[in-house]
């Protein structure tokens, strides 16, 4: 699917103009213009295929990020592998803790975490309290991340510590400490366990 170009068409008919005007010139100096104007109707032909190559990469480079992206999130053999590339390029985020588990995200520590980081973290709490607001038949929602750490099993397994409120409260103060665990398998997403924490 050919776009249309606005500064091709211009010159395209500047040329067209060139051509008309050779049309009632002499032959030899028709014969020199001609060549001339040929040889830049080839080069514009050649941009122009250029640019359809160069915007199919693109367009094919976008579907394949796209799919990766897509895979992803429905494959949670990928999710492992991504998390694997991230403890071997970034070990200071991923240090080892007791248990086989691994930090993902701890809110009072050093460390700095990327806004992706951050949002795949709170997104599994937002999984996890989804499933107690059913249970409890309450609407409470994530306000704050405090730690998220991670075991490889069968796909792998999420433990947080997160606050959330009611939806009817405004003053964050209110806030309490929930527990989760969150299993990602082949089989799916599974809230194992979600309930307050004594602490």
Known sequence: MKKSNPVMEKR????LRHVKKLQEENAADQKLRIDKILRQMNKLQQESEERGKLEAMKEWEEEKRLKFIKESKEDPKLEYQKQALARKFWPE?????????TTMYDRDSTDSYTPQEV????NYADTAIHVF???QAVEYSVVDVIEATIRVVDGFIVYLTFTA???DDD????AETFGATVHYSIKGVQVTYVDLSST
């Open 93 to 101: 985020r991923y240090r080892q803790c007791g248990g086989g588990a």
């Open 171 to 174: 003053c964050e103060h209110d």
């Open 133 to 135: 607001n059913e249970r």
């Open 12 to 15: 395209v008919k500047k040329i």
């Open 165 to 167: 409120k009611l939806d």
């Open 119 to 122: 949002q795949k973290v709170k």
